[in-house]
């Protein structure tokens, strides 16, 4: 939404918030499960029982698909082609994406707009943060955009979890102001039957309000960042409450899932966790199976496993490749995160299904009054400038946001930054900005979007 819509939001009393954030939601769901969504969702409930064969014909022939949408449309790869002189008569099985150079972030970035198709229209724009904190803007087309969503029915509903369930959803929304602790912590999206748990405002004095809305609601899943998941149910468990409610799964998405993390929400709501790999970029997607491997959709796209050197490993960076999204290709994609191979295969170029996804261990912001916020990207996005950018908490009312910039004017950008924090951190947290060239890497080559550097149990 518009700032001005949020302004109007944040004014209005909550029963009109409920309102708006419902027909927000019908108007999403028009866009999200309209007109080609049920043929896509009937192709991806099939893909369940493809064979090898069957998935390798099908993947095949999109490949090559889209490689020649990207010789004819897509600027970035015309050229590209050319200096490589290959024709998309030389991709013909899925294998062959190894013939194309791998593409990094910083490329994508630098050259957004050539990697826009001429002829293919954008169905919606996606703006994302990233792990890294670095700003994208990706165009997707209907049918890439409504086939995420098909992806994420699929799982649930392989899971037991029927669409149009109730569900109680614990994100990033920022559904009040931090700084307000009075309740109520939801709001109520009528379109999808989903209950919109605010995150920010979840600690040891609010916890009652939580348990008895829920209590109320009655979810039949509960969806969302594992972080903040568990949070809940380290509340249930250490108060000794048991929930009045009994969901069919909990599916968590957006953060790598911690083992401890698992065992601690299905001890407290006894039910099982069901999670999901996805990106903003749209070009692949794993969703969890009951030996808690990762099958990856072979619709959505070709996904490699590589190590520095670009060949294929057990265990290495995920690298992927669009098979349907026409607005804006990314061949050969490396998504940054990291994952092992389900399979001992080695002669396989292609990975199918993932035993886990390493992905970032971020660390979490602790606040003064006891509230943990484990995912903050959403302060990154819309900065004008700004390149990548790392929190490091250094003590329990201090921050340090690290912020590479690739403009020399950045004063304003700054100030917006200190205000995007302060809103999720209700201002308990002093937060200076450090302009930097760049933010160092860790040892394995990973980037922590969050650092904390001091210990809350020594602290209190």
């Not at 390149?387 to 004063?411: L, R």
Request: hydrophobic content about 35%.
């Amino acid at each position: 939404m518009g700032s001005l819509k949020d302004d109007f939001y944040q004014r209005a009393p909550v029963w009109v918030q409920n309102i708006l954030v419902s027909a927000y939601g019908y108007h999403l769901y028009r866009k999200r499960y309209g007109g080609m969504f049920n043929d896509i969702l009937r192709l991806v409930k099939q893909s369940r029982s493809w064979s090898r064969e069957q998935i390798e014909a099908w993947q095949a022939e999109q490949l090559h698909n889209i490689v020649r949408h990207c010789r004819k449309s897509v600027p970035f790869y015309q050229q590209l082609f050319a200096e490589y002189g290959l024709h998309e008569n030389d991709i013909t099985q899925p294998e062959d994406v190894a013939k194309l150079p791998i593409l990094d972030k910083k490329t994508l970035r630098q050259f957004s707009s050539r990697f826009r198709s001429s002829t293919a229209r954008p169905y919606m724009l996606q703006h994302t943060s990233g792990s890294t904190g670095s700003p994208l803007a990706l165009d997707v087309d209907e049918h890439t955009y409504k086939l995420a969503m098909a992806l994420l029915v699929d799982h649930e509903e392989a899971r037991g979890v029927l669409f149009g369930t109730r569900r109680a959803t614990f994100a990033g929304r920022m559904i009040q102001p931090a700084r307000k602790l009075s309740p109520p912590f939801a709001r109520f999206n009528r379109a999808e039957n989903q209950m919109l748990f605010s995150s920010y405002h979840l600690n040891k004095e609010t916890f009652p309000w939580y348990a008895d809305r829920l209590r109320n609601f009655r979810p039949r899943e509960l969806i969302g960042y594992p972080s903040a998941i568990s949070d809940l149910a380290s509340y249930y468990l250490a108060s000794s409450t048991t929930p009045d409610f009994e969901p069919q799964a909990v599916v968590t998405n957006s953060e790598t899932l911690l083992d401890w993390q698992r065992e601690r929400i299905e001890i407290a709501f006894n039910c099982p966790v069901y999670d999901y790999y996805g990106t903003a970029e749209y070009v692949i997607f794993a969703g969890q199976e009951r030996d808690k491997s990762y099958r990856l959709n072979p619709i959505l796209g070709v996904t490699e496993l590589l190590n520095e050197q670009g060949e294929p490993t057990r265990e290495g960076r995920l690298v992927a490749t669009t098979l349907t999204n026409k607005a804006m290709p990314l061949l050969r994609y490396d998504i940054g995160d990291f994952a092992v191979n389900a399979s001992d295969e080695t002669h396989s170029r292609v990975v199918y299904k993932l035993q886990r996804i390493n992905g970032r261990v971020d660390d979490y912001v602790e606040t003064p009054d006891g509230r943990r916020l484990g995912r903050l990207d959403h302060i990154f996005k819309g900065i004008n400038g700004l390149v990548e950018a790392q929190i490091i908490q250094t003590s329990i009312e201090h921050c340090t946001i690290k912020a590479v910039f690739d403009t020399p004017h950045y004063t304003d950008q700054s100030k917006e930054l200190i205000r995007n924090f302060h809103l999720r951190t209700a201002s308990q947290i002093k937060v200076d900005i450090e302009i930097v060239d760049q933010i160092p890497r860790g040892a394995n080559g990973k980037f922590r979007n969050i650092i904390r550097k001091f210990d809350s149990e020594a602290s209190t």
